[in-house]
């Protein structure tokens, strides 16, 4: 078949794919070669791989894949398709384990993907959060109604740097990008700015485990 060409559900699928998902080549015990994507989830997300993701590899690779809940309260989809496999690949997706997730050229090149690209990226490696504080190491967190938007991902600097740009670029004040080891962490802490993210960029993936709109923003 012909590759599609790449566009904003790809987009939105390629930064998923970047954060919860990766890409296998391997033979079985009887000597089968076999390509591969899977995506790992939690468990309140299935309806986004049944209504979205499934729906993506459906209509651009003409393939259904197999979504499952598994016994650790995660939704998993396969997909063993080599052309889908290979549009992937030759957008700059790792094979195997990703150590550090480096920004597919072609996204950074077209704005027009710039917030899909993100909202995947939120969705697998996103989360928001009630601001807590604690007075000493070992003191029981005490919460307030404040929220925090977060990004939080194994990737080199300038893939963090680019999705901050992204922010910037729609008006969205971010604070400073921080790294503990080989993950970048970047944080929205004013709570206009996070209601602003919702509303620009959507989420699809609503994994926080507060409703948002209980607060004044």
Same mark, same amino acid.
């Given at each position: 078949?012909k590759?599609?060409?790449?566009?904003p559900?790809?987009?939105?699928?390629?930064?998923?794919?970047?954060?919860?998902g990766?890409?296998?080549?391997?033979?079985?015990?009887?000597?089968?070669?076999?390509?591969?994507?899977?995506?790992?989830?939690?468990?309140r997300?299935?309806?986004?791989?049944?209504?979205?993701?499934k729906?993506?590899f459906?209509?651009?690779f003409?393939? %259904?894949?197999? &979504?499952r809940?598994?016994?650790d309260?995660?939704?998993?989809?396969h997909v063993? /398709? @080599?052309? #889908?496999?290979?549009?992937?690949?030759?957008l700059?997706v790792?094979?195997?384990?990703?150590?550090i997730?480096?920004?597919?050229?072609?996204?950074?090149?077209?704005?027009?993907?710039w917030?899909?690209?993100?909202?995947?990226?939120?969705?697998?490696?996103?989360?928001?959060y009630?601001?807590?504080s604690?007075?000493?190491?070992g003191?029981t967190?005490?919460?307030?109604?404040?929220?925090?938007?977060?990004?939080?991902? %194994?990737c080199? &600097?300038?893939?963090?740097?680019?999705?901050?740009?992204v922010?910037?670029?729609? /008006? @969205?004040? #971010?604070?400073k990008i921080t790294?503990?080891?080989?993950?970048?962490?970047?944080?929205?802490?004013?709570?206009?700015?996070?209601?602003?993210?919702?509303?620009?960029?959507n989420p699809?993936?609503?994994?926080?485990p507060?409703?948002?709109?209980?607060?004044t923003?």
């Amino acid at each position: 078949m012909k590759a599609p060409k790449i566009n904003p559900d790809l987009a939105e699928v390629t930064g998923l794919l970047l954060g919860d998902g990766c890409l296998s080549h391997y033979y079985t015990s009887n000597g089968v070669e076999r390509f591969e994507i899977a995506f790992t989830g939690y468990f309140r997300e299935k309806e986004y791989y049944e209504k979205f993701v499934k729906k993506v590899f459906q209509k651009y690779f003409q393939v %259904n894949g197999y &979504l499952r809940l598994r016994n650790d309260n995660s939704v998993r989809y396969h997909v063993k /398709h @080599i052309d #889908s496999f290979k549009f992937f690949k030759e957008l700059g997706v790792k094979v195997g384990e990703k150590k550090i997730v480096r920004l597919p050229g072609i996204i950074k090149s077209n704005p027009n993907l710039w917030v899909p690209f993100v909202r995947g990226i939120f969705d697998a490696e996103g989360s928001i959060y009630r601001r807590y504080s604690k007075k000493y190491k070992g003191h029981t967190k005490t919460y307030n109604n404040l929220l925090v938007a977060q990004i939080k991902m %194994n990737c080199s &600097l300038s893939f963090m740097s680019f999705i901050k740009s992204v922010l910037n670029k729609y /008006h @969205i004040k #971010s604070n400073k990008i921080t790294q503990i080891g080989p993950t970048q962490i970047l944080r929205i802490t004013h709570q206009k700015e996070i209601l602003k993210f919702l509303k620009i960029f959507n989420p699809k993936v609503k994994n926080a485990p507060l409703d948002t709109r209980r607060y004044t923003l």
